[in-house]
């Protein structure tokens, strides 16, 4: 045994093989037995190369592989059939050690020894262990053992898992270059797997380690297979040409596209040439179909290299152009396909082709140069008589030059058509309905559950409320099924948690453990179902102050103020925080002459609060022990006002009480060697920069309104805001990214679901609340800027609002490159006509092109530009010189 031990040492596997393979069955178990005893640090290297320096560490390293693999080695030799395997596996801590498994994968001494040993033992069972290791995801074969067996005949020959096995390169266990001298030896693999890559999605999207040309490198398997091409190629090697219409099909295959685009890489590669592209021109055509960005770039990139070769397909490229017409982000590929086009349509044959009603969408395009190509094509080639019906439905979309080219720039006045408001909430809302019986409430608890919204947590509380003498003796089994959705998972939306422990409460089990922290993202939930636990042991039925009364989260004033009354008829004080969220969702526009006469009565410490807020007074005279509510009516009340009575109080420097909200904002470059942030900072780091470093300012819990809340995560924002929904701006800029571009996946929300609140709910900004609809209108998500610009153009057409701060501060963040102009660009090409967003587009320009530094202009600097020049041009209005000079670069 010490002899194996020394063989197993030395990697002497030939010595290995020549001891093993003369063994009866009971020295074989033996040997077994023996080999799994052995520790290798410990029994054979006798060292721990832990402690060694970094190039002995590394040695003793590659040293210790090898003789692991010799080990491994060892155990095979002790085997004879399919049923010795499972003798040679153990338990290595805590999982089973394979070792013909872990040879297979990863041969560190190589296939000689593992061909020897079967040539004197011949498998019939290496089938089986080729398809249980297809089954799991790090159990691969290596493919020189892989082919070897197949070459014995030893294994029946599967195209897809070859092609699978020697693309698959694993961590530090390949070499560029010995890679090409394989192939180059062993020109079946070439043919028979390595040319078929191109029919699966192989794993080459991976991020790898392997030895390069220039050393150990660590990149995307793409590149490794590119590189053995390469040494193949200088080596002298052919590929055979088949592999050019191969590669062109599979464009087609529906794969991720960074795996399409190095197949695009692979035909430069294989130098594929015009005679080989005009051979497949359909698949170049079929290419145009796919909706790709890349793909159809590529295409027309080549069929510009065929078009007048004699064999190309006119009619097939007319009839596959027309898709890419409406398509976004490719105009050059567009304007290069329609100088193909013009040279087609000059011939003779293909005058009278019926392609008007295709070119016409060539006009949804933005870009000036493709509409102006398409205009100048549809006025050569399109019937004058269905030309204006062609046109029209696009005129909203069209730059003065293109109208002019199609003869309409004198029509412009008629042109501009208001572009119709979005439709408005209807007067009268709509009546919630609280439950009113055992099954009511049992069906809102679950509703709660799947929705989580505040409306549906607020109606189960009041309902539940109501109900407590309707309570059923058997009402714990009943709520059994809602016990286990609640109790069997771990919430991350708090409130859920509080809901949970509030029903494990009422059910008076202990089968979930409390979540002892107190919540700073929504107290109100928390509080609420406290307030609700007092009111079970008290059997109080008086209703929650801020229980909504209309859909989606409103209370109409007169429901309020008759809540009010029932406390003080009953002498029971109100919960300050329940009166600060009702006057908060309150629909005090609604006010008449019987809610002024019943809040006159009110005799509460909140009385004169209420009756400001109602319009029974227009005195403001805060006091301490409400100070918190006064705070909030007033400035829901006149949002834009100033109140100098909160002067000398505690609240005088709260942001929001005595002043509008206005906080200040900057754009802070950022710069590395790898890349250049520029980031947002808020005054206070009101949004949570992580990477300003500064504690983030709060205010007391009750002052509503400068957001005193940490920020929450997708439905729980829904319900946070529906707590101050009518003074919204401050609990916004909570939300707002520090960069406009390479979020994770919370900031990404954060302009989502705010956004989406907002727009949902028609809700009013004030002040800096501004600056997060700026934000969202300029972000690296199209759906943030989509909702953004709604809006903009709701607040514009329905609300009639002014946004003059608005494009102050759109100029700002562009001019200080907080995002990039395109974004801005693509809020302007939207095909809006209404005078009143054009003139605001106007302006956003203006701002910025006032901001801007001449000495570092943005990039697409002259995209702004001509939208400047463009839109003053529409709304007849004089350019501004010192502008346009000081955009001409140096």
Same mark, same amino acid.
């Given at each position: ?13 030939? /010595? ?36 060694? %320096? ?39 801590? !805590?999982?089973?050690? $394979? ?30 262990? +080729? ?41 530090? &266990? ?65 590929? %055979? ?14 794969? @991720? ?50 078009? @007048?070769? /004699? ?39 293909? $005058? ?27 006025? =050569? ?36 058509? =208001? #572009?119709?408001?979005? /439709? ?8 919630? !309905? ?5 099954? *009511? ?16 947590? &607020?109606?189960?509380? /009041? ?66 179902? %406290?307030?609700?636990?007092? @009111? ?26 008759? $809540? ?42 909140? *009385? ?8 029974? !007074? ?14 909030? !009516? ?10 100098? =009575? ?21 754009? #802070? ?37 400068? *957001? ?29 990214? %520090? ?35 700026? +934000? ?24 009639? $609002? ?12 562009? *001019? ?21 967003? @054009? =003139? ?11 901001? +801007? ?15 400047? #020049? ?21």
């Amino acid at each position: 045994m010490n002899k194996l031990k020394q063989y197993i040492a030395d990697k002497n596997w030939v /010595e290995v093989l020549n001891q093993c393979k003369v063994l009866n069955t009971d020295e074989r178990s033996a040997t077994i037995q023996y080999l799994h005893s052995l520790d290798i640090d410990l029994d054979i290297l006798a060292m721990d190369g832990s402690s060694l %320096d970094r190039q002995a560490r590394s040695d003793f390293y590659v040293n210790r592989n090898l003789v692991a693999s010799t080990l491994n080695f060892a155990l095979i030799a002790c085997t004879r059939e399919f049923g010795d395997i499972a003798k040679i596996e153990y338990m290595n801590a !805590t999982w089973l050690f $394979r070792p013909l498994n872990a040879y297979l994968a990863k041969p560190d001494i190589g296939v000689k020894p593992l061909l020897a040993f079967y040539q004197l033992f011949p498998p019939d069972y290496l089938d089986k262990i +080729v398809k249980a290791s297809q089954k799991e995801r790090f159990g691969g074969i290596d493919f020189k053992l892989l082919w070897t067996f197949y070459k014995q005949d030893w294994i029946n020959f599967d195209e897809s898992y070859f092609v699978m096995s020697l693309f698959t390169v694993t961590m530090f &266990d390949r070499n560029t270059q010995e890679e090409a001298e394989f192939l180059f030896k062993n020109p079946d693999v070439i043919g028979m797997v390595f040319l078929q890559f191109h029919k699966y999605e192989i794993p080459v999207l991976d991020i790898s380690k392997w030895k390069a040309r220039e050393g150990y490198v660590c990149k995307k398997v793409t590149e490794y297979w590119t590189e053995v091409i390469r040494i193949m190629q200088e080596k002298g090697y052919v590929f %055979d040409r088949s592999i050019i219409p191969f590669l062109l099909e599979s464009l087609l295959n529906n794969w @991720k596209k960074p795996h399409l685009d190095w197949h695009i890489r692979l035909l430069g590669l294989f130098n594929a040439t015009q005679h080989e592209y005009l051979q497949q021109q359909q698949l170049l055509f079929s290419l145009l179909n796919t909706g790709s960005t890349n793909l159809i770039n590529f295409s027309l990139r080549q069929i510009k290299t065929i078009y @007048k070769m /004699e064999g190309f397909d006119e009619n097939g490229f007319i009839d596959n152009l027309s898709t890419i017409f409406p398509k976004e982000k490719i105009e050059k590929s567009i304007l290069l396909s329609l100088d193909i086009l013009e040279h087609i349509l000059k011939k003779e044959e293909h $005058r009278t082709l019926d392609i008007y009603a295709d070119l016409s969408m060539l006009l949804l395009q933005t870009d000036p140069k493709v509409q102006e190509k398409g205009a100048r094509l549809l006025m =050569e080639h399109g019937d004058p008589e269905i030309l204006k019906d062609l046109v029209e439905p696009h005129l909203s979309n069209l730059k003065l030059k293109t109208l002019e080219i199609l003869g309409l720039a004198h029509d412009l006045d008629t042109l501009s058509l =208001e #572009v119709s408001a979005f /439709e408005d909430r209807a007067e009268q809302l709509e009546q919630v !309905t609280v439950p009113s019986t055992w099954d *009511a409430l049992l069906f809102q608890i679950g509703n709660f559950i799947r929705t989580k919204s505040a409306l549906d947590f &607020d109606l189960f509380l /009041e309902g539940l409320n109501q109900l407590q003498d309707a309570i059923p003796e058997d009402y714990k089994k009943q709520l059994k099924p809602y016990c286990k959705q609640l109790f069997s998972r771990f919430w991350n939306i708090d409130y859920i948690t509080f809901f949970a422990e509030f029903i494990q409460y009422w059910i008076g089990e202990n089968s979930i453990e409390k979540n002892s922290h107190k919540s700073d993202s929504i107290p109100f939930a928390k509080n609420k179902l %406290d307030w609700m636990r007092q @009111k079970l042991a008290s059997n109080n039925s008086l209703p929650f102050l801020s229980t909504p009364s209309h859909l989606p989260f409103y209370l109409h004033p007169k429901i309020l103020v008759e $809540r009010l009354l029932q406390y003080e008829q009953k002498n029971v004080t109100i919960e300050m925080e329940d009166l600060i969220v009702a006057c908060n969702r309150l629909l005090y526009q609604q006010t008449d002459e019987e809610v002024i006469r019943l809040v006159k009565t009110l005799k509460g410490n909140y *009385a004169a609060a209420m009756q400001y807020y109602l319009g029974a !007074t227009d005195q403001v005279k805060p006091e301490e022990d409400v100070l918190e509510l006064w705070a909030q !009516t007033t400035r829901i009340k006149q949002p834009d006002h100033l109140f100098p =009575e909160f002067q000398n109080t505690a609240a005088e420097n709260y942001p929001t009480v005595v002043k509008p909200f206005d906080i200040a904002f900057k754009v #802070v470059i950022d710069k590395n060697e790898y890349a250049t942030w520029h980031r947002l900072f808020l005054e206070h780091n009101w949004n949570y920069s992580w990477f300003k470093r500064e504690e983030t300012k709060h205010y007391p819990p009750l002052f509503y309104n400068t *957001a005193p809340f940490t920020s929450v995560f997708r439905e729980a924002i829904a319900f946070q805001m529906s707590l101050t929904p009518q003074y919204i701006g401050p609990i916004l800029c909570r939300y707002i990214p %520090d960069t406009a571009s390479g979020n994770e996946v919370n900031e990404m929300e954060h302009c989502l679901y705010p956004m989406q609140f907002l727009m949902d709910n028609r809700l009013d900004v004030h002040g800096s609340g501004w600056l997060y609809i700026a +934000v969202c209108l300029l972000f690296e998500k199209k759906i943030s800027r989509d909702l953004a610009a709604e809006y903009v153009q709701y607040s514009l057409l329905n609300k009639q $609002r002014d946004l003059s701060y608005l494009a102050h501060v759109i100029g700002k963040l562009i *001019a200080e490159g907080y995002a990039p102009i395109n974004r801005f660009i693509e809020y302007l090409d939207r095909p809006f006509v209404a005078q009143k967003i @054009k =003139e605001f587009q106007l302006l956003c320009m203006e701002n910025t092109l006032e901001k +801007v530094d001449c000495g570092h202009l943005p990039v697409n600097s002259k995209k702004l530009v001509a939208n400047y #020049v463009e839109i003053s041009a529409q709304l007849n209005k004089e350019v501004n010189q010192k502008f346009l000079s000081k955009m001409k670069r140096k």
